[in-house]
């Protein structure tokens, strides 16, 4: 068994022009489409980091999950002609926002999925806003995509960071663990997840013995896990993830800070940073998911079917893609068009009710709410077989995972609609 990563990295030329051009895979109607279309095709893009620090976790598979779910819904409804386009920001909000920009104005794409970086999503949230187009987030960590920076068409299909670090603060603090010292990401994610857990410390009576950030993509966190060892705190909680998260706790291991004198918590961790870091290095990180492929024959079902394509199990990003795509696609069908307006009251409208989720529903604050699981990297000797790294440790309803409408500084809670 390999615990070595997989993933291909592709040249920077080819990056450029896989962010200038947009791949296209089109997905041929099985009748004349069923819906009043704008141009007679409905075209969902997928965009986020394709080869970078990030791609592990999103990429190409989310692309691959988004055709799955085309497919699927054309099974069960035919007649509607899709074409997806694909694109790599590279983790910069500038290529983000111009290709999404040229996809709405240019190729006539009518919703954006997945995304992943939080500084691109805040950059594409305002495109996306200003023309009137769907853009459904996974992966996307900062809470002002659904807070102050809201928006009628943006919508959090996974988590924010308040999902990530509500639950284990408390419980952690509860058990003694009232310290906290965080390494993070230096970009809108990482400061965010910070603020976000801090806030929380306050709240339940815990304190931040500090915080370092590191640059996205670095490869030396010598200096930072050196500040966090000192800081005397009782958890250091890592706010990064892919590569990031993987290179950090190598080095913590190469440290020799694995000793259990700090508690070490992964804020946002991913399926394939475990396999990445494999269970010598992982074992006994705790996470908050919102989804796992073996969580039942439901979601092991869709985890076979994604490895069949993939030659890996799904994470929960990818996972997010399809259910995204597919309740979209839904909600086309059921407006009868792809208008904007008539879709978002379609998917508002209509539950999720599938793998991914069971009865979850769009709030005012456009979040899907829904369950979420703590779960810890298993020990070495419990690992079975490749991809199955987690053991779920308490399931976190979705009462209590989200922060209380009554907090909310979106504007949509208040009725305030108007796009600006």
Same mark, same amino acid.
């Given at each position: 068994?390999?615990?070595?990563?997989?993933?291909?990295? *592709?040249?920077?030329?080819?990056?450029?022009?896989?962010?200038?051009?947009?791949?296209?895979?089109?997905?041929?109607?099985?009748?004349?489409?069923?819906?009043?279309?704008?141009?007679?095709?409905?075209?969902?893009?997928?965009?986020?980091?394709?080869?970078?620090?990030?791609?592990? &976790? =999103?990429? +190409?598979?989310?692309?691959?999950? =988004?055709?799955?779910?085309?497919?699927?819904?054309?099974?069960?409804?035919?007649?509607?002609?899709?074409?997806?386009?694909?694109?790599?920001?590279?983790?910069?909000? $500038?290529?983000?926002?111009?290709?999404?920009?040229?996809?709405?104005?240019?190729?006539?794409?009518?919703?954006?999925?997945?995304?992943?970086?939080? /500084?691109?999503?805040?950059?594409?949230?305002?495109?996306?806003?200003?023309?009137?187009?769907?853009?459904? #987030?996974?992966?996307?960590?900062?809470?002002?995509?659904?807070?102050?920076?809201?928006?009628?068409?943006?919508?959090?299909? &996974?988590?924010?960071?308040?999902?990530?670090?509500?639950?284990?603060?408390?419980?952690?603090?509860?058990?003694?663990?009232?310290?906290?010292?965080?390494?993070?990401?230096?970009?809108?994610?990482?400061?965010?997840?910070?603020?976000?857990?801090?806030?929380?410390?306050?709240?339940?009576?815990?304190?931040?013995?500090?915080?370092?950030?590191?640059?996205?993509?670095?490869?030396?966190?010598?200096?930072?896990?050196?500040?966090?060892?000192?800081?005397?705190?009782?958890?250091?909680?890592?706010?990064? =993830?892919?590569?990031?998260?993987? !290179?950090?706790?190598?080095?913590?291991?190469?440290?020799?800070? %694995?000793?259990?004198?700090?508690?070490?918590?992964?804020?946002?961790?991913?399926? *394939?940073?475990?396999?990445?870091?494999?269970?010598?290095?992982?074992?006994?990180?705790?996470?908050? *998911? !919102?989804?796992?492929?073996?969580? %039942?024959?439901?979601?092991?079902?869709?985890?076979?079917?994604?490895?069949? !394509?993939?030659?890996?199990?799904?994470?929960? +990003?990818?996972?997010?893609?399809?259910?995204?795509?597919?309740?979209?696609?839904?909600?086309? /069908?059921? !407006?009868?068009?792809?208008?904007?307006?008539?879709?978002?009251?379609?998917?508002?409208?209509? +539950?999720? $009710?599938?793998?991914? /989720?069971?009865?979850?529903? &769009?709030?005012?604050?456009?979040?899907?709410?829904?369950?979420?699981?703590?779960?810890?990297?298993?020990?070495?000797?419990?690992?079975?077989?490749?991809?199955?790294?987690?053991?779920?440790?308490?399931?976190?309803?979705?009462?209590?995972? #989200?922060?209380? &409408?009554?907090?909310?500084?979106?504007?949509?809670?208040?009725?305030?609609?108007?796009?600006?």
């Amino acid at each position: 068994m390999s615990w070595c990563r997989s993933a291909a990295r *592709t040249s920077a030329t080819a990056v450029a022009a896989l962010s200038a051009m947009a791949v296209v895979a089109t997905v041929p109607a099985a009748a004349a489409s069923a819906a009043e279309l704008s141009d007679g095709v409905v075209r969902i893009g997928i965009i986020n980091d394709q080869s970078g620090t990030l791609s592990d &976790l =999103a990429g +190409p598979g989310s692309v691959t999950a =988004a055709r799955m779910a085309i497919e699927d819904f054309q099974k069960s409804t035919p007649g509607l002609k899709v074409e997806l386009v694909s694109a790599d920001h590279q983790n910069k909000a $500038d290529i983000g926002s111009q290709t999404v920009r040229k996809w709405i104005d240019v190729d006539g794409v009518d919703m954006i999925a997945d995304v992943g970086n939080s /500084a691109v999503a805040l950059a594409i949230q305002s495109v996306a806003r200003e023309k009137n187009k769907i853009v459904i #987030y996974s992966a996307v960590g900062t809470t002002e995509i659904s807070g102050k920076q809201c928006s009628p068409t943006g919508i959090a299909w &996974l988590h924010d960071n308040y999902n990530l670090v509500a639950s284990p603060i408390r419980r952690l603090v509860g058990e003694g663990f009232d310290s906290w010292f965080f390494i993070a990401a230096d970009y809108a994610f990482g400061r965010n997840m910070v603020a976000e857990s801090q806030r929380i410390l306050s709240e339940v009576g815990g304190k931040s013995a500090g915080a370092v950030f590191h640059p996205l993509g670095t490869v030396d966190y010598s200096s930072f896990i050196l500040q966090a060892g000192s800081s005397q705190a009782k958890v250091i909680a890592f706010a990064n =993830a892919g590569d990031q998260l993987v !290179a950090a706790m190598k080095q913590w291991n190469e440290f020799g800070m %694995n000793n259990g004198s700090q508690k070490v918590v992964a804020e946002l961790m991913f399926l *394939t940073d475990a396999h990445s870091m494999g269970p010598e290095i992982a074992k006994g990180l705790t996470t908050v *998911t !919102a989804w796992y492929w073996d969580l %039942n024959d439901e979601t092991r079902a869709f985890g076979r079917r994604f490895y069949e !394509a993939r030659h890996r199990m799904p994470t929960a +990003p990818q996972a997010a893609v399809y259910s995204a795509v597919h309740h979209y696609l839904k909600a086309v /069908a059921a !407006a009868g068009t792809d208008s904007t307006d008539a879709v978002m009251e379609k998917m508002r409208a209509m +539950p999720v $009710d599938d793998f991914f /989720a069971r009865g979850a529903r &769009l709030r005012a604050d456009n979040k899907l709410v829904h369950d979420f699981y703590l779960v810890q990297v298993k020990d070495p000797a419990e690992v079975k077989g490749p991809w199955e790294y987690y053991k779920v440790v308490a399931t976190i309803p979705a009462s209590e995972a #989200y922060l209380p &409408l009554s907090q909310s500084e979106c504007p949509l809670v208040n009725g305030a609609t108007s796009r600006k």
